[in-house]
């Protein structure tokens, strides 16, 4: 069984510049989450889709964020205009319909983003 | 909001067990308690889950006492290949949101 997919694995950016960020997540998983990780601290909670639906979109730090997955399938992360502080490790992990929020995730390897 | 707590650090020698602490306070009546270790430059991957009482499976055991407010997580046997951060993960009671541990970072010795 093919894991989370996250592409691309590392991008280097200007600030100003827009970035798309990719995550396919395990086929069958209904839920899908997007967090970020800036050097140095915790992991932040971003956003979570039920299919193609927003359930939770509360962690997106503004409106320069914007998330979308066509189709209940794959997600896209658009960054735009990209700041300096949205460097960070973008990770995306996906899980069966369970019982919480916190129920087994799996997880990409992580989008790399670096503004300059 | 719900806040999770975790040491920084700590080290261990191949062979012992290790015994990791998270506390969670307003942690969500009916959603899991998860662990997920993390090497560098991978995503986290999920150790272990549990709801009350005592889980195990092949790798760890999970220990939470019945007021939820915290969470032990055991690893029998150590390895060097332990060496990694472990995060504990809730769901918070008052918001619904996922609140991570900023990371238990265990470095095992020969």
């Known amino acids: 069984e093919a894991g989370v997919t996250q592409f691309p694995s590392h991008s280097v950016i200007e600030k100003g510049q827009t970035v798309t960020l990719r995550c396919d997540p395990i086929s069958g998983h209904d839920n899908l989450y997007w967090y970020r990780r800036v050097m140095g601290k915790e992991i932040k909670f971003l956003l979570h889709?039920?299919?193609?639906?927003?359930?939770?979109e509360s962690g997106m730090p503004n409106n320069r964020f914007l998330a979308e997955r066509t189709g209940g399938t794959y997600s896209t992360l658009k960054v735009q205009p990209a700041e300096l502080e949205d460097s960070g490790v973008y990770f995306c992990a996906s899980s069966q319909h369970g019982e919480g929020l916190a129920y087994e995730q799996y997880f990409g390897p992580g989008t790399r983003l670096t503004v300059t | 909001l719900a806040k999770t707590t975790q040491p920084i650090s700590m080290d261990s020698y191949e062979g012992q067990e290790v015994n990791i602490t998270c506390s969670h306070n307003?942690?969500?009546?009916?959603?899991?308690i998860t662990w997920y270790q993390q090497f560098p430059s991978q995503g986290p991957r999920f150790i272990i889950q549990g709801y009350k009482t005592k889980v195990t499976n092949e790798v760890a055991s999970l220990f939470i006492p019945a007021d939820r407010k915290s969470s032990t997580l055991s690893l029998p046997r150590v390895s060097l290949s332990d060496t990694a951060v472990y995060y504990c993960?809730?769901?918070?009671?008052?918001?619904?949101?996922?609140?991570w541990g900023a990371g238990t970072k265990l470095i095992i010795k020969p």
């Open positions: 993960l809730v769901g918070d009671k008052s918001n619904y949101q996922l609140i």
């Open positions: 307003n942690i969500a009546t009916n959603d899991y």
């Open positions: 889709f039920v299919k193609e639906s927003k359930q939770d």
